[in-house]
């Protein structure tokens, strides 16, 4: 399995951005999929998840209202709509696919996860 993840950048508060993970290796269709973030000498935390067929979605109370998870089947990518970013949304963001259909399992049962893409966000 390979997760490629992208779309990361420098960004005003305030400001918006998207990141994208394009998957291969197995049936993307078949698996929940997830963001987690780390930013520096924190551990790694969980963003967002979105079940096998994108029609239940699960946010950490930080970004709800603010991040949306998505996912095309089509092109086998999710994606991570950050709007209204903050300074402390500063971080490497990592896609993840889940070990199954849904996305209840702990970050330490996630065998696959995306290079990460850096995320800063300045005040």
């Known amino acids: 399995v390979q997760l490629q993840a992208s779309g990361g950048g420098l960004v005003q508060a305030g400001g918006s951005l998207r990141l994208s993970c394009a998957a291969s290796?197995?049936?993307?269709?078949?698996?929940?999929m997830g963001w987690f973030r780390q930013a520096p000498g924190k551990e790694r935390e969980f963003v967002a998840a979105i079940n096998r067929s994108g029609r239940s979605t699960r946010y950490a109370d930080s970004v709800k209202g603010r991040f949306t998870i998505s996912r095309d089947h089509a092109k086998n990518t999710v994606s991570l709509q950050m709007n209204s970013l903050k300074p402390d949304d500063t971080a490497v963001y990592y896609c993840?696919?889940?070990?199954?259909?849904?996305?209840?399992?702990?970050?330490?049962?996630?065998?696959?996860w995306g290079q990460g893409t850096l995320v800063t966000v300045s005040s």
């Open positions: 993840a696919q889940y070990p199954s259909v849904t996305y209840y399992y702990t970050k330490d049962q996630i065998h696959y």
């Open positions: 290796g197995r049936t993307f269709s078949d698996y929940a």
